[in-house]
Nanobody, 124 residues
Framework: QVQLVESGGGLVQAGGSLRLSCAAS????????MGWFRQAPGKEREFVAA????????SYADSVKGRFTVSRDNAKKTMYLQMNSLKPEDTAVYYC?????????????????WGQGTQVTVSS
């Protein structure tokens, strides 16, 4: 069993930066693929970024490519999402997720565990 807790969300002006963290419990964190998803009001949850168990493979949604960077520290059992050049359309609740698969997974049904989410609001 894996429990995930996100932190680092908040209110930021357009063009600013935030770093989200996802802290995990459980001894098998280092073998899990991890991902970030987001859900804006009235919209479906969408893929943001994913990282393989080793960090050697990463994938990004086109909308965040070049602005967001996903990383992980297996010793700290933590995944990060560095978000730069934020836009109002990045406003959403951001969720981290873990999959028993070791590779990058971009589809939400592929994930086994989810955090509760952290709110990111970007003002114009």
């Amino acid at each position: 069993q894996v429990q995930l807790v996100e932190s680092g969300g908040g209110l930021v002006q357009a063009g600013g930066s935030l770093r989200l963290s996802c802290a995990a419990s459980g001894r098998t964190f280092s073998t899990y693929g991890m991902g970030w998803f987001r859900q804006a009001p009235g919209k479906e949850r969408e893929f943001v970024a994913a990282i393989s168990w080793s960090g050697g493979s990463r994938s990004y949604a086109d909308s965040v490519k070049g602005r967001f960077t996903v990383s992980r520290d297996n010793a700290k059992k933590t995944m990060y999402l560095q978000m730069n050049s934020l836009k109002p359309e990045d406003t959403a609740v951001y969720y981290c997720a873990a999959t028993r698969l070791t590779r990058v997974v971009v589809a939400s049904p592929g994930y086994d565990y989810w955090g509760q989410g952290t709110q990111v609001t970007v003002s114009s």
